[in-house]
């Protein structure tokens, strides 16, 4: 009798410990850590930087017609001065403004031409497919290791192309019209060991039709 009150006292301990191995407690801290990487917005985020950082600054971008010349006649310094991108490679992005007349506008761009020097010269405003990184990395002012995952950063870009789609384009292309005087923001591409400058297309940022 006494053997079995033994044996079940034992049981009844080793359940005790196996139970209280089973716990795992973690602490306030971790809990709400974990809830905010969770709950991370990126459309508030973007939002946040759009109106709050990269709006404010915007009229500090480079005159696009001074960064092409800079680009054709001091191609490193162009680079050097101007240009953002995330790390190391022949991608780069700038942030530039400009103005000139709408020359045509089509299903995916318009084309806005503007006189440099005494040449009349071309480029495209994205105006349906925009996408990719353009805006948030032209500006510099979006640091990766802000965020818990390239997920995250990722999708900041793509809110920020969101508001540009919803907020930016649907009044211009409304209201713009072959001939109208435009001024314009945003980032371009450039690829500095492949340079090509025929072919400049504009991901905008703000696009403000004049008054006549």
């Not at 301990?13 to 809830?35: G, H, Q």
């Not at 946040?48 to 001091?74: C, R, T, W, Y």
């Not at 995916?108 to 948030?136: C, H, M, P």
């Not at 930016?168 to 435009?182: E, H, Q, T, W």
């Amino acid at each position: 009798m006494q053997k079995k009150v033994i044996k079940y006292a034992l049981s009844i301990v080793a359940l005790i410990v196996v139970a209280y191995n089973s716990i795992y407690f973690k602490s306030l801290d971790e809990v709400k850590a974990a809830s905010a990487v969770k709950q991370f917005d990126a459309a508030s985020y973007a939002h946040h930087f759009f109106n709050k950082k990269l709006m404010p600054g915007i009229d500090k971008a480079v005159e696009i017609d001074a960064l092409l010349k800079l680009v054709q006649s001091d191609p490193s310094k162009a680079f050097l001065s101007y240009s953002h991108a995330l790390g190391i490679g022949n991608i780069r992005y700038f942030l530039v403004k400009g103005e000139g007349t709408i020359k045509a506008i089509g299903e995916n761009t318009t084309t806005i031409s503007y006189i440099s020097d005494t040449t009349q010269k071309q480029l495209e405003i994205a105006t349906e497919f925009v996408y990719g990184n353009a805006i948030r990395d032209a500006s510099g002012l979006i640091n990766i290791n802000e965020f818990n995952s390239t997920m995250d950063f990722n999708n900041v870009s793509a809110e920020i192309n969101k508001i540009v789609r919803s907020e930016v384009l649907p009044s211009f292309k409304a209201n713009g019209k072959v001939g109208d005087r435009i001024k314009f923001s945003g980032a371009i591409e450039l690829n500095q060991a492949h340079l090509n400058l025929d072919h400049i297309e504009v991901v905008p940022i703000t696009l403000k039709l004049e008054s006549k």
